[in-house]
């Protein structure tokens, strides 16, 4: 296991500076529920949830030109970009992904959009226009590409779509 979390991290660094320049590296790991989960967690002893610091700090972005939003965590003050020493910004990869490269690459990617965007300020949620066209744009799946056949959801995302990343991502030795 220690070997495929290792691997899933040092693809998520690549990515992280290839195709979201200068973004901070960001704890990856295999667990959680679904297929992938960008997290912010509240829970603990950080006192704002996720929707206040995003409210505050797009106050503050908005009306004042600089001023970062803060957290609070154990006695210290984080801010908003402080994504290294912040105890709670984590992507979690389900561990069912491991032995199908497209869909982990596919979902490590649509986390990192979320990533991306509340790293920048702006709106991060999967229903949200920013996300939606950042992942149009990159040609990944969202959680809306799926269709009724008239018994169940059908997932309609084609997943050889993420092949080019794959191909960028095993060609980074060669560069």
Not at 35 to 44: L, P, T
Not at 110 to 116: K, N, V
Not at 118 to 126: K, V
């Amino acid at each position: 296991m220690k070997n495929a979390e290792r691997k899933l991290r040092e693809m998520a660094r690549f990515y992280e500076r290839t195709l979201f320049y200068g973004l901070p590296e960001i704890k990856v790991s295999y667990s959680g529920k679904g297929m992938g989960a960008f997290c912010m967690d509240s829970a603990d002893d950080y006192c704002p949830c996720e929707d206040e610091l995003t409210d505050e700090y797009l106050y503050r972005k908005r009306y004042v030109e600089t001023a970062p939003g803060v957290g609070y965590y154990k006695n210290h003050d984080f801010s908003w970009q402080d994504v290294e020493n912040h105890p709670k910004v984590q992507i979690k990869i389900n561990k069912s992904l491991q032995g199908d490269l497209r869909k982990l690459t596919a979902v490590l990617l649509h986390e990192l959009c979320h990533y991306y965007l509340w790293y920048i300020g702006y709106d991060y949620h999967d229903n949200d226009g920013h996300f939606l066209s950042l992942c149009r744009k990159m040609g990944l799946p969202t959680n809306y590409d799926h269709r009724w056949d008239g018994r169940k959801w059908v997932e309609t995302y084609d997943y050889s779509l993420v092949d080019k990343y794959i191909e960028m991502y095993k060609g980074r030795e060669c560069a």
